[in-house]
């Protein structure tokens, strides 16, 4: 009837609204949240398959006193669309390179990489080749312990403006991951182009191989094959439990994050647990 179609679009406003109101506010809260120091990195461990420690995903986390602890999955899209993510993400790779560099002068943490993901809107930036350059070369860490994590649309909205940058990024020694990767449009003629080190598998992936999802499996085990047979590393993010590691690992994966390890941790707790592994 009319008067449920009315109520229908009242509803709808009303929550648009509030969608709205809660964006604004979350941007307001985000412009000046750098100043106050609101930001923190945590960092999630990452194992090889005979369950060595070979680095961490740096994560970013906010708490702000009004709204408290915010998602990443919430904050980044706003920071993206008002254009701060730009020093947020700035922020990001010079706190994830000094705290490499203070790893640098300790043997039990020396060898450890830390990805870091990268925003398409601070990759499309003219100047973002040259802010990692200098990131580098402050910090005077070994470039090749910083990983960048990218993702499909990323680096296909512009192949080629993203092939230049990765090019120069290469020669400056960094790695690349391919990030949540299955979940965009892989095919291996874009895939051989790109100077890519890893591929991540997505988690959507992982959750469901041992039990119910063939199709996911199958997924998995294409996944594997092509990154081995283009000469690229091959981590599983989202592993949470020995069945999804073994399948995994029986299949040829190479490397593991997840919960079955270590969830996201400040720094302090990630050192420790380090610490006990080594
Ligand atoms: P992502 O890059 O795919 O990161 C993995 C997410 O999975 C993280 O969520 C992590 O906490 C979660 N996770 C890790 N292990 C498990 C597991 O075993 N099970 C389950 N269910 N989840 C697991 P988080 O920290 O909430 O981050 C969400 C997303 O926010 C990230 O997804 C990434 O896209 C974005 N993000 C986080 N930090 C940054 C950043 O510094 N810069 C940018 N541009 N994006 C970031
Ligand atoms: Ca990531
Ligand atoms: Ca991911
Ligand atoms: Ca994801």
């Avoid at 109101?21 to 609101?38: F, H, I, P, Y």
């Avoid at 120069?168 to 080190?197: C, H, Q």
């Amino acid at each position: 009837s009319k008067a449920k179609g009315r109520n229908a679009i009242c509803f709808f406003d009303s929550s648009m609204q509030e969608i709205l109101e809660k964006r604004g506010q979350l941007e307001t809260a985000l412009r000046g949240a750098l100043e106050r120091k609101e930001f923190l990195l945590h960092y999630q461990l990452q194992m090889d398959s005979s369950g060595r420690p070979i680095g961490a995903e740096a994560l970013l986390r906010w708490n702000n006193a009004k709204l408290g602890s915010v998602s990443p999955v919430q904050f980044i899209p706003v920071a993206e669309e008002s254009g701060l993510i730009l020093p947020i993400g700035h922020w990001v790779l010079e706190t994830a390179c000094a705290q490499l560099a203070r790893w640098q002068s300790d043997p039990r943490f020396n060898r450890l990489c830390i990805a870091v993901n990268v925003s398409a809107i601070q990759f499309r930036e003219a100047a973002f080749v040259a802010k990692v350059r200098n990131v580098l070369q402050q910090s005077g860490i070994q470039p090749w312990l910083l990983k960048l994590e990218l993702t499909e649309s990323l680096v296909l909205d512009d192949i080629n403006d993203s092939i230049l940058k990765m090019e120069a990024l290469k020669n400056l020694g960094v790695k690349f991951s391919m990030d949540d990767f299955g979940t965009g449009y892989s095919s291996l003629s874009y895939l051989s182009r790109l100077p890519l080190d890893q591929l991540k598998i997505d988690q959507s992936f992982v959750r469901d191989i041992t039990t119910t999802d063939q199709h996911d499996a199958a997924i998995v085990q294409t996944i594997i094959s092509m990154a081995l047979s283009l000469g690229m590393e091959v981590i599983a993010e989202g592993v949470e439990t020995e069945e999804q590691r073994e399948f995994l690992d029986l299949r040829g994966c190479q490397a593991y994050q997840g919960y079955l390890y270590a969830k996201p941790m400040p720094i302090e707790e990630l050192e420790i647990k380090l610490a006990q592994l080594t």
